[in-house]
């Protein structure tokens, strides 16, 4: 996601996790306001074109080499690469995070690379390894040359929240309060415990991989319906636009939901 759709993920989540949850990544942030997981959303994007940070590109997705829209699967031992992909970078920072061996920065450090990925994980294209997850795909938005990738990022959200962001911290937080409630008693309502199920701690791997599975799931149905030839050059303002953001609003606050309930995992397992 771009910046927008992370820093709403964690205002989701930081509506749903625990007291005990948010005093611990407080204290661990060292920020006791209400943006302490808004605020560090977007760092592992900061650092991930740096000398230092060059190792950590990889953790941003899996490329599941599938065949859309034909055939969507993930497969851990053929798409997660030899060093890393998004399903292990959650499972290894959520163990640095944890570990009280480490240095408070560098659980710090784990914890804000956990709140990215989890919102990463769940952005279609970063589960999608055609056309390096459509940045090679040229496309038009409402008549603005822009790669697949950005547009499934960016553009849509964007849109749907009303244009180009210009307070993208407010206007996140005012996105997350209407998922929020979606999710205690709207339209998410009836879904939200169903996005918990299979969820399970001691099996991070496991976990993440699932719900990789899921995003993926939505590359043969909404991102390439008709194969990646058929949206080259295309308008996706349009009707491509109408199916694809219900989809993703779904899939920003599922991942901001799951993010609340892994966090509370983490915070009960050292209790
Ligand atoms: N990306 C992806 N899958 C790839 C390569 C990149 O999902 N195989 C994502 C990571 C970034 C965006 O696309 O969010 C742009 O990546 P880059 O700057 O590495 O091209
Ligand atoms: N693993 C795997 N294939 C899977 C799930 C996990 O090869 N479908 C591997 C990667 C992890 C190890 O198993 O290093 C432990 O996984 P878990 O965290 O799910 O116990
Ligand atoms: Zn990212």
């Not at 949850?21 to 740096?50: K, P």
């Not at 480490?102 to 990463?120: C, M, N, T």
């Not at 599922?254 to 309930?261: D, I, P, S, T, V």
Request: glycine share 8%; proline share 4%.
């Amino acid at each position: 996601w771009g910046g927008f759709g992370h820093i709403t993920v964690a205002y989701v989540a930081s509506d749903f996790v625990r007291p005990e949850t948010t005093t611990y990544f407080q204290a661990l942030l060292r920020n006791t306001s209400t943006s302490y997981l808004a605020g560090v959303a977007t760092w592992a994007d900061s650092i991930r074109y740096t000398k230092w940070g060059h190792f950590t590109g990889p953790f941003h997705f899996i490329d599941a080499h599938d065949s859309p829209p034909s055939s969507c699967n993930v497969d851990f031992e053929r798409d997660c690469k030899s060093e890393g992909c998004v399903v292990t970078a959650i499972a290894n920072y959520t163990t640095q995070l944890l570990d009280p061996t480490l240095p408070a920065w560098i659980r710090a450090q784990a914890a804000k690379f956990v709140i990215h990925f989890v919102g990463d994980i769940h952005q279609p294209l970063h589960t999608e390894d055609v056309a390096k997850g459509g940045n090679g795909i040229h496309v038009k938005f409402d008549g603005n040359e822009l790669n697949l990738h950005h547009v499934w990022d960016s553009s849509i959200a964007e849109k749907l929240r009303g244009g180009v962001r210009r307070a993208p911290y407010a206007e996140a937080r005012e996105w997350a309060t209407e998922l929020s409630n979606h999710i205690r008693s709207g339209k998410y309502a009836a879904y939200s415990k169903g996005w918990l199920k299979g969820m399970a701690f001691d099996e991070p791997n496991a976990t993440a991989l699932a719900w990789a599975r899921e995003g993926n799931a939505v590359v043969c149905t909404h991102v390439l319906p008709e194969g990646p030839e058929a949206i080259v050059d295309q308008e996706l303002g349009g009707e491509y636009y109408e199916a694809a953001a219900p989809v993703i609003e779904m899939a920003v606050a599922k991942a901001g939901y799951r993010l609340a309930a892994w966090l509370d995992l983490a915070v009960k397992s050292i209790a």
